[in-house]
């Protein structure tokens, strides 16, 4: 009898600390996906927050992850398109083949921008089903959350009540900071980029992107086009010169110093500084820097 009971004891115990094993692309993804299943799911980000995400290579140890996950999150709008595809394939996990419940494109649960009518090789590095660089959108990230707590709570539906608490809770703290947002008043900013990284941003908040440092997405700038940046620099009274970390440093370096505009270099992901802790604080550094109060 007591040998019964101290089995049926432990087998409780073991499936107590059962986590789901959720595999993410990117860092602010696993961000999200940790503050809404906390320590009912085990995550494991393939990308570095010190990476660009548009060159990353599929590497054995991304594959033995995928293998062994119950869930794989992504960005979607085929910014993994040059290595997740391989690593999905190679591992022979039937959880999260395409179109089977573990496999979430988090792209589904957002409003894509800069959907090309037309595709031509001429225009660059172009992301035929829209910009996909919603990272930095309130807005969207709303509807990524809610996404992720929708997939946990149908494959655990035991800990529906938990995650639905714990995305309450994410998106109580996001309101509180919008309403902070707003007030730094960042309509009639003018900004350069490097990348087309923050369009949903500028969307929401109403700051202006008069141009990009790459003449076509993904195409470096040569000196002639940088040349004639520096003319709309001068005419156009830019406020900030702008790149992520893992792009761009050099030439907006360069740029600034020829212009007398400032220059800033914001996180690419969570994690890519030391201000960006986590998916609130990296908006919170973004926003903040563009409103000159960083």
Request: proline letters at 6%.
């Amino acid at each position: 009898m007591k040998k019964t009971f101290f089995l049926l004891t432990l087998l409780f115990s073991l499936t107590s600390f059962c986590t789901t094993k959720v595999v993410c692309s990117l860092p602010f993804i696993g961000d999200i996906a940790k503050q809404i299943g906390k320590e009912k799911i085990e995550i494991t980000v393939l990308v570095k927050p010190s990476e660009d995400p548009h060159y990353v290579e599929a590497k054995p140890s991304m594959i033995l992850a995928v293998r062994k996950c119950d869930i794989l999150f992504y960005n979607g709008l085929d910014l993994e398109i040059g290595y997740l595809p391989r690593i999905i394939e190679s591992s022979a996990n039937q959880k999260i083949q395409p179109g089977r419940e573990g496999n979430v494109d988090l792209s589904q649960f957002i409003s894509p921008i800069e959907v090309p009518t037309t595709l031509d090789r001429s225009m660059g590095d172009i992301h035929p089903l829209g910009n996909p660089h919603y990272l930095y959108s309130p807005y969207n990230i709303k509807g990524v959350a809610r996404g992720i707590e929708s997939v946990l709570s149908k494959f655990d539906p035991e800990n529906q009540t938990f995650y639905k608490n714990n995305l309450n809770e994410f998106l109580k703290a996001l309101s509180q900071k919008e309403e902070e947002w707003k007030k730094l008043n960042l309509k009639g900013k003018k900004v350069v980029t490097y990348h087309k990284l923050l369009e949903y941003l500028a969307d929401e908040y109403g700051f202006e992107i008069v141009t990009n440092i790459e003449p076509k997405p993904g195409i470096p700038p040569s000196a002639k086009h940088l040349s004639s940046l520096l003319d709309t620099l001068k005419n156009e009274k830019i406020d900030l010169i702008i790149t992520a970390n893992t792009i761009g440093e050099k030439e907006v370096r360069y740029l600034s110093e020829k212009s007398g505009v400032k220059m800033a270099i914001i996180p690419q992901d969570v994690g890519a500084t030391e201000q960006a802790k986590d998916w609130i604080s990296m908006v919170d550094c973004v926003l903040k820097t563009i409103g000159g109060q960083k």
